[in-house]
């Protein structure tokens, strides 16, 4: 079997979200953490969109929500090291990326490995990238889902932590398989996150372990 590269921490983490529209997998986030099922706090909540809904809850509910204007920075690495300097000021154990609409640079990748994860609405490797449930009902395939995957610098490609699935129906819209994968992306998401910090998640290879509660 392939050595360990990485065991996730037993501790109470510190999570930053980051997000560029509505947040309903934050809520869901940060419902986990409320209730105490995730044993961590969510200590930033980023966003590259002034008005984006998530955004504007998580300052509501008095969480620290920043807005980084990508358009303050010259390059895209320049933003990415905004991006980091804010996670690292907060000693953020793990980054939940959540509808965050911007692809992270390398640099920032590699600094964030193993401390950034994300959400995809398809079992990933298939339809990775973008409007995905409508490219699923397209293909004709009867199951989707959704992958929560570590970050890598290749898009949609890291290894994968949980799946879950869904049925694809006949008259599926864009809208109703989107929902129903939705209520699955809620549930194994705050799921990932509380096994991360439980110390029971190993990455061997490009496979990624749950272990027991115990271990
Ligand atoms: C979700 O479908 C997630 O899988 C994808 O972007 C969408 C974000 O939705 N990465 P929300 O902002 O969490 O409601």
Request: proline share 5%; hydrophobic share 45%.
């Amino acid at each position: 079997m392939d050595e360990v590269l990485f065991r996730s921490p037993r501790k109470r983490g510190r999570v930053a979200v980051f997000l560029s529209g509505r947040g309903s997998n934050f809520l869901a986030l940060r419902e986990a953490v409320d209730r105490g099922t995730i044993d961590a706090e969510i200590a930033l909540v980023l966003s590259n969109k002034a008005d984006a809904p998530g955004l504007l809850k998580a300052r509501e509910s008095g969480l620290d929500a920043v807005f980084l204007d990508p358009k303050a920075f010259a390059a895209r690495e320049d933003y990415d090291r905004a991006v980091l300097a804010e996670v690292e000021r907060r000693r953020v154990d793990l980054v939940c990326l959540a509808g965050y609409m911007k692809v992270l640079t390398p640099a920032l990748c590699e600094a964030l490995r193993h401390r950034a994860v994300n959400i995809h609405p398809a079992l990933l490797p298939s339809f990775p990238g973008l409007h995905v449930q409508r490219k699923a009902i397209d293909w004709g395939v009867r199951v989707s889902g959704c992958t929560v995957h570590f970050v890598a610098a290749e898009v949609d490609a890291g290894p994968i932590i949980l799946q879950a699935a869904v049925p694809v129906l006949q008259d599926d819209t864009e809208e109703t398989l989107a929902a129903r994968i939705l209520a699955e992306e809620h549930r194994i998401y705050p799921e990932a996150v509380r096994l991360y910090f439980q110390g029971r998640i190993e990455v061997r290879g490009r496979r990624v372990f749950i272990l027991g509660p115990g271990a």
